[in-house]
């Protein structure tokens, strides 16, 4: 029964590079969702999809930062000519999507991102 | 929107002792209140949640308690062990939003 299954755990990039971050939900699940955790920092929502819509990206900074569902493959968060504060663990997370089920979450163990 | 906040930040005990983190809410609409585990290097943890219509829960050594009235609930550990040790999150979700607004954590150290 696999979880929340997210890829690279870990990433390092350089200055102006891009990064991808793969995260494939748990199986029956059909919504995902992204959080950013700063050092020593709480949770923070960036983004909520189901497969192929955004439902909700309040969380999301408006430029270099995108994320995707489609139909077939993992949701894909895409950040481009990243800068040094994008340096963060990145954590996704899926739920049913199910009103009944309550829409518990569970998440992935994350991608460390490092931009040097 | 939402907001959640967590105290203290910072809980060490000592091995058997108890161990309460507490989180306040603000949106009265909220009905489901998870709680998280996070250890180092590795992703939160579901390890309980309630909803609104239940004002205790329990598990094992873990309950939760939830004021509906005074919108604040409680993550109660009892009898501490060192691998307790871990950042708790708490959460607070309306009903009408799948998105739950996170605390800020709480470090436990729990001495052995």
């Known amino acids: 029964n696999a979880g929340v299954m997210q890829n690279p755990r870990h990433l390092v990039r350089r200055r102006g590079q891009e990064a991808r971050l793969r995260c494939s939900p748990m199986?029956?699940?059909?919504?995902v969702y992204w959080y950013r955790q700063l050092p020593e920092e709480g949770l923070k929502f960036m983004v909520y999809?189901?497969?192929?819509?955004?439902?909700?990206e309040s969380g999301m900074p408006k430029e270099r930062f995108s994320a995707e569902f489609p139909k077939e493959g993992p949701s894909i968060l895409r950040i481009q000519q990243v800068v040094r504060g994008d340096s963060a663990a990145y954590f996704c997370?899926?739920?049913?999507?199910?009103?009944?089920?309550?829409?518990?979450?569970?998440f992935g163990e994350g991608s460390w991102l490092t931009v040097v | 929107g939402e907001n959640v906040e967590q105290h203290p930040s910072t809980l060490s005990v000592q091995e058997g002792d108890s161990a309460v983190i507490k989180c306040t809410y603000s949106d009265s609409a909220s009905n489901y209140f998870p709680w998280y585990k996070q250890e180092l290097g590795k992703g939160p943890q579901l390890i309980i949640d309630?909803?609104?219509?239940?004002g205790e829960k329990k598990d094992q050594r873990i309950a939760v308690t939830l004021n509906k009235t005074a919108k604040h609930f409680s993550l109660h550990i009892t009898e501490t062990q060192p691998e307790d040790s871990a950042v708790y999150f708490c959460?607070?979700?309306?009903?009408?939003?799948?998105?739950?607004?996170f605390g800020r954590g709480t470090s436990l150290i729990v001495h052995p």
């Open positions: 999809l189901q497969k192929e819509n955004i439902i909700d």
């Open positions: 997370a899926s739920s049913p999507g199910q009103a009944i089920s309550g829409n518990t979450i569970y």
């Open positions: 199986k029956g699940h059909s919504h």
């Open positions: 959460a607070a979700r309306t009903g009408g939003s799948y998105i739950p607004t």
């Open positions: 309630i909803r609104s219509n239940v």
